[in-house]
C-alpha cells in the first residue's frame, strides 16, 4: 500500500490543477480525497440524465488527453503511469548498480540500459535482421516454411497464425498447444474485409506502410511484395472467424494428437513446424479454429513462394520494429500509434523500455515493485472485501427469476470454489538460465522471447502450474480464469482511485469492490457459465435455465449494441457480452456487500453536502471510468476490444440497478432508467 504522502501526491495528479502558490498546509487525507471525488464531478447535471456527466464532468473538463496517449482514464491510466515512474526509478538504480552477474538486478539493469542506448541500436542499424532474413532466404517449399515459422514463433514473431499454451478446457489440469487463427498485420479481419470506407482508407495506408517498412529493410520491390502480402492476408482474414464468435468456448474446443493435425491439414508439414519451434515431443493439441487451418493450406499452396518469404519478412520487421533504428520506429508509429489509434506523439523512449523490460523479466520487477509499494494489509482487507462480495453473489441468486433450485445449488457450489490470489505470486518466477547482455538490445528481447516460449512449450502435457500468474504485480487489471475457477487482483489494482485503507467504504466498494464482483461474476457469464466449480468445461445446467438465461443475457446484449461511440459506429453487444454481463453482476454485489458493511460497521459520518454514502458508491464506480479517447481509438475499440468504451462502462450497469435509481430517485423515463431493465445475475 502507498504511503500517506505517496497518496495526497496521486490525488493531486488526478486533479490535474496546479497547487495555489503559498497555499496554507497541505489537505488531511480526507478532505483530499472528498476534492478528488467532487472536483471530477458536474453536480448541475441531473444524474438521472447523464450520470457519466454527473460523475466525470469536473474531470473531463480539466483533463486533455496526453499527447502520448490514446487513452487516459481517471483510475487505470492514472495510476499505471505512477507505476511506470517508479518502475524507472528501480530500472535505473538496477542499471547504475547491477550486482553480480546472472542476478535480477543485473537483468532487467542491462536489459533496460540497452533498450535506452539508441546510439547503439543505430549503428547496428539492419544487422539484426541480417539472421531471420537469410532463414527466411532459404525458404523452398511447405516444409522450410512451416519451419522457420515454427523458430519465428519461438523467437517472438508471430507469423502464419497463432500458438500459444492453455489448459485443456475439459481436463484443466493439465496443459494443451493451443492452435489458432492469425498472421494478420492488421488487428481485425474487418480491416481486410469491411467495406466501411474509414477501414477501406485504412487498408489502404497499411499496404504503402509495408512498402514503407520492406523498403527500409532493404527490399528493392517493396511496393509489389506489399500488393502481395496485403492479398494473403486478406486470404487469412477470410478464413478467421468473427472475433465475436472467438469468444464461444465450445466451438473452440477441439483436441486433436499429432495424427488428427496432420489429417486435418496434410499439406502443412507439421512435423517440420515443431521441429522449428524447438519442441518436436509436442503431441496433445488443441486446434481453435480448424477451418481457418484448412484455408491457410489452401492458401499455402495456391501463393508464390517469393510471396511467402516476403509476408514472412514483413512480419518480422513489423514485430521487431521498436527494437531497430529511428527510422523503423517512427514508421511503425505514424501507422499503428497515429492513424490506427489516434495517437497523437510517440511516447518518450524511456517508458517504451520500462514495458519492454516488463515485458521480459516482468516478475523480477514485480519483485521490488512490492517490496517497495505493497503493504502486507493491503492483502487481508482484500480477502475480507472479496468474502463479502462472493456472500452477496449467492445471497442474490434466490432472487434470480430465470434460476431453478437444482442450477442454483450447483451455481453455489461453483462459487464456493473460486480461489482468489491476491497481490503477487507465492513463488516467483526463475529467470536465472536467460542471459541478458547491456550490449544489444535486439538480442535480448529475442533472447527473453525464446526463454518464455521455451518455459511454456515444455509444459504442454504436463500439469498445470496453479502458482502461475497471468499478470505481473504492477498491472493496473485484475481477470478470471475459467480453467482454474481463479480470479486474480494484482497489487497494482490495490491502491486509489481503487482503493486505500482511508478511503470511505463505499468509496472501495464502488471501485475495487465492483471489479472484484466483475472478475467473479465472469465466472459465470455467457462463457465462463460453461464450466464447472472445477475448471472443467461441461454442462451442468437445466436445459430450460440455461435458454432463460441465454434470454436474461440477449437483453443485455441489444442494450449495449444501442450504444454508439460517434453516430453509426455502435458497440458491439455480442463482442462485448461477458464483459457487460460482469460488470452488471459486479456493481450489484457491491452494493449489496457495502449493504452489510453498513450492517455490520454502522453508518458512516457524512461524507459531502448532498451526496449519500450509497450515491457516493455508485460516482466512485463511474469515476473508474472517466475517459479521454481519440476518436480513431474509440473506433479501434468497438472492433477489437470485448470491454466497451468508458464512458458506456460508466453508465451500463448501473441503468439496469433498481439500487441505483433508489439511490437518486430516478424515474420511469430518465435515461439512466433502462427499459426494459436487464437482470442477468
Ligand atoms: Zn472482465
Redesign the pocket.
Known sequence: MPSPKSLVALLLLALAAPVAAGSPAAPTPSEAIREAVLSSMDRTVDPCDDFYRYACGGWLDKTELPADQARWTRSFSTIAERNRELVRELLESAAADPGPAGGERQQIGDFFAACMNEAAVEKAGTTPLAGPFERIAAIADARDLMAVAGALGRDGVNALLGAGRVPDFKNPGVYLFYLSQGGLGLPDRDYYLSEDPRKRELLGQYREHVTRMLTLAGSPAAAAEAEAIVAFETGLAKASRPRSEMRDRDRLYNKLDRDGLVKLTPGLPWAAFFEGAGHPEIVSINVAVPEFFSGLEQLVAATPIETLRAYLRWHVVRERAELLPAAFVDADFAFYGRALSGQAEIQPRWKRCVDQTGRALGEAIGKLWVEREFAGNSKQVAIEMIEDIEKAFEANLPNLAWMDDATRARAVEKARKVSNKIGYPDVWRDYSALAISRGDFFANVTAADRFEADRQLAQIGRPVDRNEWLMTPHTVN???MSTANEIAFPAGILQPPFFHRDHPAAMNYGAIGAVMG??LT?GFDDQGRKSDGDGVLREWWEPEVAAKFEAAAACVERQFSAFEVEPGVKVDGKLTL??NI??LGGLKQAFSAYQSWKERHGAPPPFAEGLTHDQLLFVSFAQVWCTEASPEFLRRQVVTD??SPGSFRAVGAAMNLPAFRQAFSCEEGDRMVAAPTCTVW
Open positions: 485484475a481477470y478470471y466483475h472478475e465472469h461477458g464483459e460482469a460488470d470485448s470491454h
